[in-house]
């Protein structure tokens, strides 16, 4: 027959939900306020020189108080579905489960019903970040025992938001922690255990992920029926050249930066490769022992398949060149991943330092995920562009543009299952250690006034009839 009509677009599915993401600790201040307990963010930050121009979350976007306006905008823009975080501390002042803090219960379920009465889905990550500072005295991310207190306080969560939350991620990022809290210590707690806190780190937080799962899955899977997923951070990387040298380094950044957390959550154990690299340089290194946590067979089988889909945060690519080995006298997740990694020159750059514009990347992202793990559906719950904070942000339209087409090509053309995507950041935040020196939202923050007025930037109003024509538009 004839077909009639112009050809369109390439549209994502009627059910594909827009939205867009923030962070307790970088949206919230209110540090202190009606009950809260310290978290280990607030220490850091409040401690002279971790963060540029010490600046700190104590009033953020003030969206504590805010709240509602946050809600109004994404209304505005005909977004589907808000990630946003539960602090801890503000439900359990001390992360356990003797008190519970009923004026930071009240501002959840306050915050939940304001978006469900606007039509949009709560995604709620249970922990990005901010540990009780109680429990980083116990050891935090280094302690297994975290993972029973993070069972309670998921417990408690669910028990009081479930009824209107089905999606569920328990932790923001593990990666990040465990490279940059116990490797390099640039964000909190703060600890330089170079080579060897963040596979302690990683351990502690695939347990933790696990016991929150088991703990949905038996107790109220049935009666709320939400989804619980893995959340984590995996970039791009291209070998440098096709030498044999450099695609072994680009599997090493795989997975030693994807697979470490995403492998023992969907596979029951460690990436083999990095299983056989840490234990080869440990035992160089004069160790009796791998640095590498080993997983007892009961806890192999207590984490495997513990997701319901996969939040993937994927911000950037990479080139990788393999290092050769050295020496063996000072134990490092740098010389365990032997590569230098660089960004391509043709990339344009962002506000940050790591971050460059490779829009395929993500969609070799997904595929990667997708056939690595088969993880059924997968959401994309961050992705974004940094700069000074402009209005007109055509750099971030321009970015988000090539991010989105890639993610719609991967569902059409490769036929993965994205059911969401929540774009880094609703709002212009508090950057962790960048303070707020690099700016990552659709919506600006005027940080300057207290009254924090939001402005919708340039790709606040292109990503409007994005969501609405459920297509990329110009
Ligand atoms: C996400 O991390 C976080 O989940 C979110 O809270 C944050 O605001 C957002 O990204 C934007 O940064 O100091 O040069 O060594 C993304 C992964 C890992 C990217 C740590 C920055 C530090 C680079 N991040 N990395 S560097």
């Given at each position: 027959g004839v077909i009639v009509g112009c050809l369109s677009a390439k549209q994502f599915p009627e059910n594909f939900l827009f939205g867009a993401a923030g962070a307790s600790y970088q949206i919230e201040g209110g540090w202190d306020a009606d009950g809260k307990g310290l978290s280990m963010w607030d220490v850091f930050a409040h401690t002279p020189g971790k963060i540029k121009n010490n600046d700190t979350g104590d009033v953020a976007c003030d969206s504590y108080n805010k709240y509602k306006e946050d809600v109004a905008i994404l209304k505005q823009l005909g977004l589907k579905v808000y990630r946003f975080s539960i602090s801890w501390p503000r439900i359990l002042p001390k992360g356990i489960p003797t008190e519970i803090n009923q004026a930071g219960v009240d501002y959840y379920r306050n915050l939940i019903k304001e978006l469900k009465d606007a039509g949009i889905e709560p995604l709620v990550t249970l922990y990005h970040w901010d540990l009780p500072q109680h429990l980083a005295e116990l050891g935090g991310w280094l302690n297994p025992r975290i993972a029973d207190y993070f069972g309670d306080y998921a417990r408690i969560c669910f028990e009081l938001f479930g009824d209107q939350v089905k999606y569920w991620l328990p932790l923001n990022e593990p990666g990040t922690t465990c490279v940059h809290g116990y490797e390099t210590g640039d964000l909190a707690p703060g600890l330089p255990l170079s080579g060897e806190g963040i596979y302690q780190c990683a351990y502690v937080h695939v347990l933790a992920h696990a016991k929150a799962w088991h703990i949905y899955n038996d107790e109220f899977r049935s009666k709320q029926g939400g989804k619980v997923g893995f959340n984590n951070v995996c970039f791009w990387f291209y070998p440098k050249s096709n030498n044999s040298e450099d695609i072994e380094a680009q599997t090493r950044a795989m997975e030693f930066g994807c697979g470490l957390y995403a492998n023992p959550i969907y596979n029951g154990d460690w990436p083999q490769v990095v299983i056989d690299r840490v234990a080869y340089r440990s035992k160089k290194e004069g160790y009796s022992f791998s640095r590498l946590p080993t997983f007892t067979e009961e806890e192999k089988q207590y984490i495997n398949g513990t997701s319901d889909y996969y939040g993937l945060n994927m911000y950037t690519s990479y080139l990788v060149e393999a290092l050769a080995d050295e020496s063996f006298d000072s134990p490092s997740l740098e010389q365990d991943l032997a590569y230098?990694?660089?960004?391509?020159?043709?990339?344009?750059?962002?506000?940050?330092?790591?971050?460059?514009?490779?829009?395929?990347?993500?969609?070799?992202?997904l595929n990667y995920v997708n056939e690595k793990y088969n993880p059924g559906e997968i959401v994309v719950t961050e992705n974004g562009w940094s700069d000074n904070g402009e209005l007109d942000d055509q750099g971030r339209v321009t970015y988000l543009k090539g991010y989105l087409s890639n993610v719609l090509d991967a569902i059409v053309e490769d036929s993965i299952n994205v059911i969401a995507y929540t774009t880094w950041s609703l709002m212009d935040n508090f950057e962790w250690n960048q303070g707020y020196t690099q700016k990552f939202g659709i919506v600006q923050v005027d940080f300057d006034s207290p009254n924090r007025t939001r402005t919708l930037k340039s790709s606040a109003e292109w990503y409007k009839r994005v969501a609405a024509a459920k297509e990329i538009v110009d």
């Open positions: 230098n990694s660089t960004a391509d020159p043709s990339w344009a750059h962002s506000a940050s330092e790591w971050l460059n514009l490779d829009p395929p990347g993500i969609r070799n992202v």
